[in-house]
């Protein structure tokens, strides 16, 4: 499983830079107005009835991290309060011994969020929590809304003061102004009026609750505890961790409301087809974990032997993985193929999160601290690469390109899924229309501004076929793929926003 | 200039301890509600119209440092957009060259929190700033509101989420809710709601606001540049640092609007006698400022001429002020009484914020190394002690132990104010009834107490001599002396919380 | 290319925890004496006319860091005088674009240090630096001497004062005390005196100098830049990033010298059969390096044809690597037995350098966190297991647990060396001979104790092969496999010391 | 009791600049050779026989703080081996109570180092421990030797390798030396080979050991706790803090040495006059303290008393002491002189170690940031200052400046000792004769520099009568005032440098 997001982060810096933080009242860092709605995908993680809720959570989102490392934060509760401890940082950073022995109550929610580069928002880290006269409250949230903005200055009309960036934020004054209905009700009232993606996870002074929208876009599952209790994740790799045996996954559209009488159900909304993000699959979660009642492992195995099924006569000295990205479907493909897999570039474990800037002479430096090709494998060689996306294709030209000076006579690339087209409002940081390059460009101007000797995508039939679904009836969100959004976005000001995403646009932000 | 706080400090130590701190979705602190209302003394400034706006206020805020030692911050704009940046700590490890370069703009405020012992709140540092669609608007508060709990639950009934657990946070809240009118109209609707001792800096995108309640309780002064500009300050020892001529102070009821056009006033509500807080004249305010008209050091002498004057019979080998609170009334005393002047007692200016804790049998230490007495000079002498005022007790009872043990023979106190008797609702951290000795102990008990051979207080009469008024008609707030107070508790819930601070009662603060 | 080194580092805990550190007069840290000989692997690299000479050697040590984790440091001269930055921790940490900016100059040499858990010693990072009179000079080591006791021992009698626990440091000071002569004549009376492992960098004002112990126990070699200059490094991964073309080796026994006038070689010691660490190749160093003229990654896979070839007869229904340390081999292996390879482990890459500590009821997670098996590949599967080598055998043994519990149903292991048998003194931290399993345990011993269903390790003979050497006259030392030490220790007490590495005994250590 | 130093400090920037620090193979921190030999003033403290020698000494060391900010450090034995911890920075930000518990002992020395700003070292941290062999020893060092420069030629000629930049490592080197003799009889060689000021403390595992050089210079005591054990102070303001009770003076050239036998004494050398420092008395040592025999608070205030009868015609409106400096001397001026004391400057205590740098208009708020001049007292008023000294007369005159703004119609300067006319070569920071104001201007010169409408020091023989003392025959060091050195060069060249002390001329410096 490699470190997740370099090539989404990348994309977005120089957008990024133009804009300084926003942190409203918070403390120490610089504030300003103007940040662009983010799309972060995130982890989430909830604890009900286990004595050490927040250190369950700790290794809940221990496990979790590849959803999310910009920040992270736990919210625990012991009945009478809420108490709470999040910051930037990876997991590990953000707590220690003596934190989380602060941290007591027996229910408790997690989250962690993406990494972007520089551009971090303190104000945003999660899980919110409101204190509102007697009434406690904290969420955390994966996905993202298609009417925040809308629904943002409605409430700042209203009076409202947000603080943060997160489209998340307007859960919480949505509940906060139907209080007086009983927490469940406040919360039926707010999910009437939110449309996008979103997995939550949410708690009160005594109790958890799961909710997934109607879609069921991100994933969400149940747990038990074997000494009793329960737990809910993103994904099931964090119930690995803390041996919870999995139940089954929160459905699409339902609240799951966990307290001491047990756990109930409501639905508040009529029964639709699910859309379940599919990229999922093939990039974000774990390959340990079984989302949407798949096994993430052996489906990208089968992207493989698919890859492998519809290009035949693919012929090459060797086969290699992009390290570590398409790991799963080159061994799928190597099952069936017989092009010998070698893992031909080394990765450096070592490599921090800043980088000194290489003088001009030292430019090409910076790509070869991180991934070295082993030029004894690779000279003279004509070799097939398994990717398992391309999104930008800037890095992947980069990496290409000290193939090349190691050596290597011939690149074909292989990718594990069809070329993304359009932009995902559901909370996966893909870039605007404009920057995914198969949006503007042919598979054959992709191939040569990649340097490519040839290359080919998995086709959508293929992705499905992996998936064990059919063209005609199947659960998942394909949107980025093809275009057909399952949520619509509610006006045309957000739409064209969205589609040029230009965060100094007025009107186009969580800000303006 | 002594370091301010330390007896007010230790006196909030017990009841603070039981509460853990509140954050709301800021990061990295643990967070939990149920804090007290805090009354604390602060220390603010503003600029408008010099290019540099952001390091006048750094030197401002250094000027003002005694106000508060807890946190501050700038808030600054160039004209289109407000960014800000505050922390805990002292300016000085606030701010470095590099975050006030980044700090661009023409109009700024800055904020001083006082120091509290252990719990202290990121999320109250200020100025608060608010993005409210188009609308940026900082503000800083010196003072207390005493109809905060009633406004806060008011607002919280109406969907609003606080975050910090500052009175100052009603004041973004009412505003947020009459934007529609325009920023000047919203604060006067929102000024027509507050009640109790308010000096506010406030700043939009262009202009920059300076308020004073009716009462005046709180000083505030302008400023000129010369280079042209204006600024605001608490005291005018600000303006002395940068090099701002003293125009006049902010009355009373005035909100002092200055942008582009110049100066305007808004007077909002019907005049009435002030009630300048007499605190800051005996202790609070720096001996090198003026405020309300008058300068503080001249003062202080003066009080000690007429501790003199009152006291005619005292006789003792050597007259010493209480390092540092007394000395400027202990001087006044010594050129009308000719006991002669010694510092009797040496200061470590090398004092850290946290003592490592003594073993038993080193208990005694931590009161030496920060003053030790002369022995060679106190030895089998009767010694005159010049003490500002006395709160609890327990710090006074102390140092003059020390003295004992350094050989004093004698040891006499004169205090240059009336005996506190009690607790102060507009911004100044008096403990509760209970805790003020005075409250509940005759002067020769209070004596006994602290263990002096003998105690005497300036009267009020001699007090209000020594600011030039006379008993009948002057305009100060004598409330801490004499329980008149010139703004009343809203409601009878308020009052008692008030009297008998007890965070824990329900009702009784921000946060229940 | 996996993280290194927690096999060996586990294997120290016990012991080191009860030796706090000794830092002489340096500051910041506890100080205390009695700390064991280390016998840490390291990274050294060197640069020689390059006006970026700080700045390449932070990119050789970015690539060098998997050979120390611990400490790093680069020492630059300008020509005039030598300045030098070092600190504990990785190089991206250690080193920042200011503190670069300010390394000037066209001589330096750099190293990074083995990561050891808990007692790390600030004073023993290098490079060292003396300022001697007028004489500078900088050393690098990588290795370790087998006579540093009793040359210590000496030059403290003689009044020398030791800062470090290094053994490095008694080339520092024999040094010292040969100046006169000049800095070659003084290195060659030095190098006379120690006996060991040494893969030296050293530099004065104006020279570079590569040094190699006769036997040649540890890499070096010698690049060229494009535009001018020389480098120096442990291996060719660190050439490959900064772009230098390699030259050739540096030889067993060679001191060369780079200066102005070009290249110089001094060989002081007769010529000797080479005796080259063939573990370098098992384990320590990069698999995209070459060294002692062969690929590390081809030589990897050999050793896993051999493998293949030893075992003809093993069946299972899938291969995997323990990640990532036994990749190559799995891969070797695969090309020439059919069973098809798997990844079945997955790594989370964001683990930190501290753990939480598990409540009881967690204790097993700990595990998890860092690596978790993949349930539905793993279940009811007999699964083939290659590994590099076992060396204490407990974590594998925690390990192969976590695959039972996955599921799998047989687990059979190949290693891809011979047994450990002996202790290392030449710069690998290898146990005591007490702590290696295969010292005191038959092959089935191990393998009950490791719970596998079979075990089996690489013939001596194999990975001779593998080398392509033969038995009778290879260029390898084989000592940690079959006890044949190239170079003998000085004395009985020497040998005793380090067969039953006991910290505490007198005469054992550096410091005693 | 005033922050010490800046005047001092201030003198040295220019020079210190050029030179980036040296740090030998300590870690963290750019390393470089060529640093002058440094003359620091220092307060050591010493323990035996107290169960918590370690927090003894850390409150001793509180006390002594005035004597060194830029470092300090403790070292303990618990009679088996010797730990330290030492920093930069001040002792409350140096010691934790995890780290005080972790140091362990009966026998302990400690010792702060003066501060110097920007130029500090680490490596220059005391105290210095060796472990050598079987021996440990930790030496910490008040004053300053003439003959370092010759004597760190030939220990290096011998293969010594220094580690710092301070004359103390010498002491270390010529005792690792001479340590066949055993501890006691090498100090006594030591001693004999040092030349200068030396005021030590000096542990081994089991021994507390004071030494005095035979002049005296430098001020050392011997306390005894109430409960049993023994405490070594620089002055007795750190008895008092600990209440160990004052016995005797140290005296000149005894090495008084500590254990579990009792007190004995060695007296190496034959005996000579003392020759103790008098500036101690003037402005080094706290007011609160006694050294050579005498309070230091009523030999100021006899300095005030003696400056008043030189000039009896003096006249002005108001006396004030320049703060805190002349705070003693001027009381002692008032109770013979009948001008009114005032304290006219007001001090910001809350002033940290950085400036922000003021933009070019903003340049003189720097001073008023610290020192801000009451204009209502100070206005047309002819004002008289009492300062303790003049060394270079740049801060001064800044300060004068300052008064002149706030409306002062003349100023008036008496100074409370004599012109410095020599630099100081016995462990006080004076700058080189030519930094020395009154070194190359009349006194009318002086005057007129610095902006003072009169100008007059205190006489030689006003001092010496001050010190009970009479002019033929005193046991002072007045060679700052009169050149009349106690201890002489021992060479020519050592002379020149000192006089002249250029730190870059060869041969003038630890370094060259």
Redesign the interface.
């Known amino acids: ?3 997740r997001g370099n090539r989404f982060r990348k994309d977005r810096t120089v957008t990024e830079n133009k804009l ?1 933080e ?1 942190d ?11 940040i662009p709605t983010k799309k972060e995908e995130c982890g989430i993680f909830g604890v009900f009835g286990h004595e ?1 809720a927040a ?2 959570s ?2 809940g989102l ?2 979790l ?2 959803r999310g ?1 910009e ?1 992270g ?1 736990i ?1 625990v509760s012991d009945g009478s ?8 940082g ?4 953000i ?3 003596e ?2 022995q ?2 007591k109550g027996y229910v408790a929610i997690g989250h962690v969020r993406y990494s972007t580069t520089g551009s971090s928002l ?2 945003n ?2 899980p ?7 009434n ?1 409250y904290a969420i955390g949230h994966n996905g993202n809304l298609v009417n925040a903005v809308e629904l943002r ?1 409605e409430l ?9 960036t997160m489209d998340t ?1 307007i859960f ?2 949505l509940l ?2 139907n209080l ?1 209905y009983g927490i469940e009700e406040a919360l039926v009232e707010t999910l009437k009026r939110v449309q996008g993606a979103y997995s939550l996870v949410m708690s009160t002074k005594d109790t958890l609750i799961g909710v997934r929208d109607p879609n069921g876009f991100r994933p969400l599952c149940l747990g038990e505890m074997e ?1 009793g209790g329960y737990v809910l994740a993103s994904e099931t ?1 964090a119930l ?4 919870a045996t999995y139940i089954r996954d929160v459905e699409p559209g339902e609240i799951l409301i966990i307290d001491e009488d047990g756990l109930r159900s409501i639905f508040p909304f009529p029964k639709k087809p699910p859309s379940y993000c599919i990229f999922e699959f093939i990039y974000f979660a ?3 974990s ?1 989302i949407f009642n798949q ?1 993430v ?2 489906f990208r195995k089968r992207l493989g032997t698919l890859l492998a099924k519809e290009n035949p006569s693919v012929h090459a000295d060797l086969l290699m993985p992009f390290p570590d990205s398409g ?2 479907a080159a ?1 799928g493909f ?2 069936t193929n017989n092009i ?4 031909g570039v ?14 001009q ?2 430019r ?2 910076q790509v ?2 991180k991934l ?6 690779l000279k003279d060689k004509s070799v097939l690469l398994v990717e398992d996306s391309i999104i930008r294709g800037t890095t992947t030209k980069t990496r290409i390109n000290s193939l090349r000076q190691a050596g290597a006579k011939e690149i074909h690339m292989l990718v594990s899924c069809p070329p993304h087209r359009f932009p995902c409002p559901y909370g996966i940081d893909f870039s605007t229309k404009g920057e995914l390059i198969a949006a503007s460009h042919t598979v054959a101007e992709t191939r040569d501004y990649i340097g490519l000797d040839s290359l080919n995508y998995l086709s959508i039939e293929g992705l499905l076929e992996a998936a064990g679904a059919v063209s005609s009836d199947h659960p998942f969100c394909l949107a980025c793929f093809n275009g057909d959004y399952p949520v619509q976005f509610v006006d045309e000001v957000g739409k064209h926003c969205f589609e040029d995403r230009d965060p100094m646009r007025p009107g186009c932000n969580l ?2």
């Open positions: 499983m490699k470190s300084p926003c409203d009242f918070a403390t120490g860092r610089i504030l300003t107005p103007y050490d250190k369950l700790y290794f221990y496990a991290q590849h490392q920040s934060g919210a309060r809420i108490i709470a401890h999040k910051s930037m990876l997991v590990h950073d707590f220690n011994e934190i989380l602060s941290l303190a104000s880290a999660q919110f929590v409101v204190f509102h006269g007697n406690h200055r700042e009309r209203k009076g409202a003061i947000f603080r943060s934020e919480m004054h906060a102004r007086s000494g790799c690995d961790l803390v041996e774990r390959p340990d079984n096994n492992y052996m790991n799963y061994i190597a099952h010998p897999l070698e893992m080394i990765r450096n474990h070592y490599v921090g999160r800043t980088f000194i800037q290489p003088s002479a030292m090409q430096f070869k601290v070295n090709p082993v030029r004894g494998l800000r303006a």
